[in-house]
T-cell receptor, first 114, second 114 residues
């Protein structure tokens, strides 16, 4: 158990809908990362937050947004969902969010868009 | 770009050594990681190595780094059926705006036959 929790474990929804994925980092970690794992794209970095502020952005679509709250949990919002958004979404956390930091991953949320 | 390449499949017999290879492109200071993903599970950190090291050993795991060739390998001694999983090589690069994000390979599916 990495200490990173994600809810829900599974999510099934329809095209055009909006969902929210939640992540709680390890105790004491200030930085949260979101990654998407799909069959065609592999593991792709989406976005990073550090202590409530956006720190780095990757291949995140404009339909997706995220935030980190004062209690350091983070939410990833996916809207106007398309079939191609079906994927496993991982959250990872680190202490400082620097390149020297080891990332510990949560169990993931499997999103299925029908 | 930051490309991390891995072979997709590896099969070995129980008791043999498994060697999973990875190549990366960025020559900046980096940390290189190996993660394990079992079916339906998240990413479990196995080990990591900094780019100024040549080798790291941790019980059955040995990581070898050839900086000249930008080649990383993970050797699992005395492979067990429980080692069957997907193994991901990942790189964290020191670069201002991207800080701690990870660049992943596509993963190597290791199958250990009894």
């Amino acid at each position: 158990d990495s200490g990173v929790t994600q809810t829900p474990k599974h999510l099934i929804t329809a095209t055009g809908q909006r969902v929210t994925l939640r992540c709680s980092p390890r105790s004491g970690d200030l930085s949260v990362y979101w990654y998407q794992q799909s069959l065609d794209q592999g593991l792709q970095f989406l976005i990073q937050y550090y202590n409530g502020e956006e720190r780095a952005k990757g291949n995140i679509l404009e339909r997706f947004s995220a935030q980190q709250f004062p209690d350091l949990h983070s939410e990833l919002n996916l809207s106007s969902l398309e079939l191609g958004d079906s994927a496993l979404y991982f959250c990872a956390s680190t202490t400082d969010g620097l390149f020297t930091d080891t990332q510990y991953f949560g169990p993931g949320t499997r999103l299925t868009v029908l | 770009g930051e490309d991390v390449e891995q072979s997709l499949f590896l099969s070995v017999r129980e008791g043999d050594s498994s060697v999973i290879n990875c190549t990366y492109t960025d020559s900046s200071s980096t940390y290189l990681y190996w993660y394990k993903q079992e079916p339906g599970a998240g990413l479990q950190l196995l080990t990591y190595i900094f780019s100024n090291m040549d080798m790291k050993q941790d019980q059955r795991l040995t990581v070898l780094l050839n900086k000249k060739d930008k080649h990383l390998s993970l050797r699992i001694a005395d492979s067990q059926t429980g080692d069957s999983a997907i193994y991901f090589c990942a790189e964290s690069i020191r670069r201002g705006s991207t800080l701690g994000r990870l660049y992943f390979g596509r993963g190597t599916q290791l199958t250990v036959w009894p």
